[in-house]
């Protein structure tokens, strides 16, 4: 028998014959094929020092490249010949925290063993997974800088918790994947850390952006000026983004919303900067919860941030 109007298996939506959209240049990753650039999920949230289930984050996030066409209307350039690899998700262990880290490290390690892509997009979870993701990159091209967008330090003890989502930087540090002096951090919130680790963070020589530094002097002028000052120091610049950078009116599917942070538009522009760099080539982005979203704000935003990296020229 016939079906006119049914495609099985398929969502039924329209396809306009002249419109490219993101999620249409994802494919899955398999030996031997390359890609512009290459995508992996890492769902761990059970380190999550609050409630999470930004495990669900990564699958959330691809759903939006739905949301996006190839074509930058800025650039007058279209990008669909820039295919995505599709690595997939990470199984995370069940109950061993420990465990499931390893299983991180030794998955982004992994792809980067393939050399099949020119970058890298890593979808969280929450912030603890940039620990085996930056010292996976940090083995693979020698010396790292990371610029981190944040409204937290995240450089807590590990006397209090172990190693959690509050801790990445401080286990990179400590373990010696990349020096406090390679870490830019913008976006960190008034009346949201502690002097303790504000302390940390300086006596590490981490470069710390507050948001009353970034209103006095612009976003885009500080991180051009880093860019400029670690382009002389590292081999490889990675960005982290945690989506509670942004203020809370903007990204409200975040476990620790608060308001006073970066506009979207703040956002996205200092991503598209610091893609064009050359020596940027990798993103993580985390601490996105989709069950406390509204209306998939959060995870809307997280995937235009990640077009805004992948299209950079």
């Known amino acids: 028998m016939k079906f006119e109007y049914v495609n099985f298996g398929k969502e039924a939506v329209f396809q306009d014959p002249y419109v490219t959209k993101v999620a249409d240049t994802l494919i899955p990753y398999a030996d031997g094929k390359k890609g512009s650039i290459g995508l992996m999920g890492l769902p761990l949230s059970k380190t999550s020092i609050s409630y999470s289930q930004s495990a669900d984050a990564p699958q959330k996030i691809r759903s939006h490249l739905k949301s996006f066409t190839t074509y930058s209307v800025e650039l007058d350039i279209d990008f669909s010949n820039r295919m995505i690899l599709d690595f997939g998700d990470c199984q995370t262990h069940p109950t061993d925290s420990t465990e499931s880290i390893n299983r991180l490290y030794k998955s982004v390690t992994d792809m980067l063993e393939t050399n099949s892509c020119e970058r890298y997009v890593i979808l969280g979870g929450d912030h603890g997974i940039s620990y085996p993701s930056i010292r996976a990159f940090s083995e693979k091209h020698g010396t790292i800088g990371v610029i981190q967008w944040d409204a937290h330090h995240d450089v807590r003890s590990f006397e209090a918790s172990g190693r959690t989502n509050g801790t990445p930087f ?13 870490i830019v951090q913008l976006g960190i919130r008034d009346f949201a850390n502690s002097k303790k680790y504000s302390d940390y963070t300086k006596s590490k020589g981490i470069r710390m ?27 490889f610049i990675y960005l982290s983004l945690d989506m509670d950078v942004v203020d809370q009116a903007y990204s409200p599917g975040c476990p620790a919303i608060g308001p006073g942070g970066m506009t979207s538009r703040e956002l996205l522009a200092s991503i598209e900067i610091a893609s064009s760099h050359p020596k940027v080539k990798a993103i993580d982005i985390v601490e996105v919860d989709p069950s406390r979203d ?6 809307k935003l997280a995937a235009y941030a990640l077009v805004k990296f992948m299209y950079s020229i």
């Not at 509204?294 to 995870?299: F, G, K």
């Open 294 to 299: 509204v209306r998939d704000l959060t995870s």
């Open 170 to 182: 401080r286990s990179l540090i400590e373990g010696d994947h990349i020096k406090g002096r390679n």
């Open 209 to 235: 952006h507050t948001m009353g530094t970034i209103e006095k002097e612009g976003v885009s002028s500080i991180l051009m000026r880093e860019l400029l000052r670690l382009e002389k120091e590292v081999d």
